[in-house]
Nanobody, 120 residues
Framework: QVQLVESGGGLVQPGGSLRLSCTAS????????MGWYRQAPGKQRDLVAV???????HYADSVKGRFTLSRDNAKNTVYLQMNSLKPEDTGVYYC??????????????WGQGTQVTVSS
């Protein structure tokens, strides 16, 4: 079994910052891509940012220059530093990781989601 546990969401004023963390645990052999998606009320879940095992990153245009994605492979953890937050960044943020398990299979896993609300 594999689990992704997220933390760091909350309420912040426009222009503020938050840092999200997501840690994978369980029968993990290795982790390929890790990333974050967000889902605003009434909308589909969209990619925010993704990072490869080698550290290459890709960001949605809407967050470029404001969000920074990083990972600590030794801790199986990915971080999303969010600066200059805007009300339109509000939503539930979900961690995603493509995990190769010890038993030999590879599957994408999702975290439970963490709420980010940007409001004055």
């Amino acid at each position: 079994q594999v689990q992704l546990v997220e933390s760091g969401g909350g309420l912040v004023q426009p222009g503020g910052s938050l840092r999200l963390s997501c840690t994978a645990s369980g029968s993990i052999f290795s982790i390929d891509d890790m990333g974050w998606y967000r889902q605003a009320p009434g909308k589909q879940r969209d990619l925010v940012a993704v990072i490869t095992s080698g550290g290459n990153t890709h960001y949605a245009d809407s967050v470029k220059g404001r969000f920074t994605l990083s990972r600590d492979n030794a801790k199986n953890t990915v971080y999303l530093q969010m600066n200059s937050l805007k009300p339109e960044d509000t939503g539930v943020y979900y961690c995603n990781a493509l995990i190769r398990e010890i038993r030999g299979t590879t599957h994408p896993y999702w975290g439970q989601g963490t709420q980010v609300t940007v409001s004055s």
